[in-house]
């Protein structure tokens, strides 16, 4: 199974659009990506094929508020996007924005999905988690 992997620090350029990381496009084939806002303050770049079915799960869920509030916030700052003939993608202004990304942006692969981050939030996110790997690992009973 072809994965993402890994982290890939780029710039983002002033027209909004930054490369995508070569081992990163060599997963992807022609299909649009979507983009949305993700957990945390990133943002998530999904292939087709994987926001297919997480949007089929959302469509399954029970139509309560809470759902509908997810649902809506998904679909108002989704975003279809295609990896240009130089390896990049647009970012749109107002996604940048929620996820403070104007310069660098890292891309973290999560096996099925990237997040982008603006470098120094992760950081942050990371250095300043109320648990560690181990906790969660050890709590899951994985055999790391």
Same mark, same amino acid.
């Given at each position: ?15 909004? *659009? ?7 496009? *060599? ?40 759902? *509908? ?76």
């Amino acid at each position: 199974m072809a994965a993402f992997i890994g982290t890939h620090r780029h710039t983002l350029d002033d027209k909004g *659009r930054v490369s995508v990381p070569a081992q990163f496009r *060599r997963q992807l084939t022609a299909e649009d990506l979507y983009l949305t806002v993700g957990m945390e303050g990133c943002l998530v770049l999904y292939p087709s094929h994987r926001w297919q079915k997480l949007e089929d799960e959302l469509l399954n869920l029970p139509r309560n508020r809470e759902t *509908r509030f997810l649902v809506r916030s998904l679909a108002h700052n989704l975003r279809a996007v295609s990896v240009d003939s130089q390896g990049r993608i647009s970012i749109p202004a107002e996604l940048a924005e929620k996820a403070g990304i104007t310069g660098d942006v890292m891309f973290l692969g999560k096996f099925d999905t990237m997040e982008l981050w603006q470098p120094e939030l992760y950081d942050s996110y990371i250095n300043e988690a109320e648990y560690s790997c181990e906790e969660i690992a050890e709590g899951l009973n994985l055999p790391l």
